[in-house]
T-cell receptor
């Protein structure tokens, strides 16, 4: 069964510092992988997705993630944090199957210190 | 361009009452989902529908029923609401395993 684990329920970084949010997946075959962002009192919106075309995926707002099969990881990074990046971030996984379901991690709340 | 529309946005129920959360998408997606979001627990899948006419249980289906009325609509019913069902509910749709698009959520409080 597929699953996804996000390490760290809360991450705090200074403005301008590197952002690193960790995600590891468990799947019998290489899956589709996603990062979503949720701002307060809003729904989720897609940041980026991995669909096997390239291992380094660039998303919106300067975020990117690298798929590492050997480590079963899909960590999210941004070189320089901005105050507007404060939000909750979710990693999600779905296997290559027409009847698959998308499973989400427990989320990581990102805080930015001035 | 509406995307995924959920109604209502807010609801307060008394224990034992029933209600139906409505969800409709206009993107012609085959798959639709219902999640609940609770603090510290992320999004947990309640039910999903891979295509019109099919529904399957997710991680936390107890106390809920769903109906895939047609390709556009996927409703979630609470037959006898309990305080443990106080949560924010999100509907989403996707084209099979591609990215999911979410509604704005329904904040449900059961007293």
């Amino acid at each position: 069964a597929q699953s996804v684990t996000q390490l760290g329920s809360h991450v705090s970084v200074s403005e301008g510092a590197l952002v690193l949010l960790r995600c590891n997946y468990s799947s019998s075959v290489p899956p589709y992988l996603f990062w979503y962002v949720q701002y307060p009192n809003q729904g989720l919106q897609l940041l980026l997705k991995y669909t096997s075309a390239a291992t380094l995926v660039k998303g919106i707002n300067g975020f990117e993630a690298e798929f590492k099969k050997s480590e079963t990881s899909f960590h999210l990074t941004k070189p320089s944090a901005h105050m507007s990046d404060a939000a909750e971030y979710f990693c999600a996984v779905a296997p290559y199957s027409s009847a698959s379901k998308i499973i989400f991690g427990s989320g990581t709340r990102l805080s930015i210190r001035p | 361009n509406a995307g995924v529309t959920q109604t209502p946005k807010f609801q307060v129920l008394k224990t034992g009452q029933s209600m139906t959360l409505q969800c409709a998408q206009d993107m012609n997606h085959n798959s639709m989902y219902w999640y609940r979001q609770d603090p510290g627990m992320g999004l947990r899948l309640i039910y999903y529908s891979a295509s019109e006419g099919t529904t399957d249980k997710g991680e936390v289906p107890n106390g809920y029923n769903v109906s895939r009325l047609n390709k556009r609509e996927f409703s979630l019913r609470l037959e006898s609401a309990a305080p443990s069902q106080t949560s924010v509910y999100f509907c989403a749709s996707s084209e099979y395993q591609r990215e999911a698009f979410f509604g704005q959520g329904t904040r449900l409080t059961v007293v």
